[in-house]
């Protein structure tokens, strides 16, 4: 084996060039086919940190009432909606693969908020659990969080988000400041932001106001003191944190049954706590990229058979002048098996060589196709492996015809070849 890839090595040297020129085909091949792997794998991660966030893994669990969200303020049934208990919410951060939980209130409609005469109207308030921050991934700017006092002597404190501060103390330091929320006096003690740094794309109007209250920001009230500005006995929705991005579908699913096992709708109403799926829109949008892509894929696959092409072809014109050699090794007891694994080593070698060379063209490619159109891509390690063995294969099978056609010839024949 080792003589053969001697041989093998000392004949693609001997002749550079043609040998350069069998294996471009390979080189293109396969180059081709890892940047549109990378692509391919760069691209759904992008559309996954899109719809999630990077590393947020926190899946929403919202109370509906038929086919619409309920909102407390203008919820239409003339049903009692169910609360959670104590015990339900404890359940639900015991669940497998659930890393943490929280519980919130929440108004969309905040014309009652104001600081001075400047309205909040379009952001949202929530009445919040010590497990918010840490659940959705918010992180203090200014003054402090909520502390255990807070909820304990029902404080009239609140946090503004980064957004609200802008938009509701514009070039003001907002801690310390006292707002009214339902003519309550609620005093700011902390800025909060998230911790990452994931903004949505907004490019079209439906875009603007899907996201128009995330723009506007969001104010936080413990959620004990949440009946002084609102109603007693509101239901709660959840925010389910799992612990990898792969759960979130599950752990929100099992969430949003625990919170419907016990509830029991009267009259017109049907309530039920629901999951937002989100990895579910990530794997219908990657199913869509992907399944243009590997036409792509196909497409480039091509150039690999042409490389395979050029490989039998060059290998056929090696075997015509290399008669002699092969005549005079079966002459001297050479068996066919032995000149037929010589030009499959010889094949092999070359596609090899042709597939190291378009993995590392194929990288570099991706990365520059990357940095020109802004679009992000990801090495697939188990795509440079297969590429490589893929091209071994492509010298086993488009070498074989010369492998035998050498093996089988005549020894006297090929010695009068000369």
Known sequence: MFENIRLAFQGIWSHKM???????????????????????????????????????????????DGDNSYDSEYGMTTSTPPLLTNEQKEEVRELEHVQNATFYYSRSYTSSVYYGNTSFQGGKVYGIDMNYLDTCGYKVQAGRAFVQKDYDQYRKVVLVDNNAAEN??????????????????FTVVGVIKLDDNYVPAIETVSEYYEYYQTIMGSIMIPNKTWPAAFKFDEPENAIIKADSTDNMSN?????????????????????????????????????????????LLWIASISLLVGGIGVMNIMLVSVTERTSEIGLKKAIGAR??????????????????????????GIGLSKVVAKVSG???????PAIIGSVVFSMLIGLIFGLLPSVKASNLNPIDALRSE
């Open 18 to 64: 043609r040998s350069f020129l069998t294996m471009l085909g390979i080189i293109i091949g396969i180059a081709s086919i890892i940047a549109i792997v990378s692509t391919i794998k760069g691209t759904s991660e992008q559309i996954k940190e899109d719809l999630i966030g990077s590393g947020n893994n926190t899946v929403p669990v919202t109370l509906y």
């Open 168 to 185: 509701l103390f514009p070039g003001e330091n907002p801690v310390g400041k006292t707002i009214e929320i339902s003519q309550e006096p």
């Open 251 to 295: 752990a929100g699913n099992a969430a949003a049954k625990l919170l419907s096992e016990n509830i029991v709708n009267t009259g017109n109403s049907n309530f039920a706590y629901k999951a937002d799926d989100v990895m579910e829109k990530v794997r219908n949008l990657q199913k869509l990229s992907e399944s243009t892509n590997t036409q």
């Open 336 to 361: 066919k098996k032995t000149i037929l694994a010589q030009f499959l080593t010889e094949a092999s070698v070359l596609t090899s060589i042709g597939g190291l060379i378009g993995v590392v063209s």
């Open 375 to 381: 679009s992000p891509s990801a090495i697939s390690i």
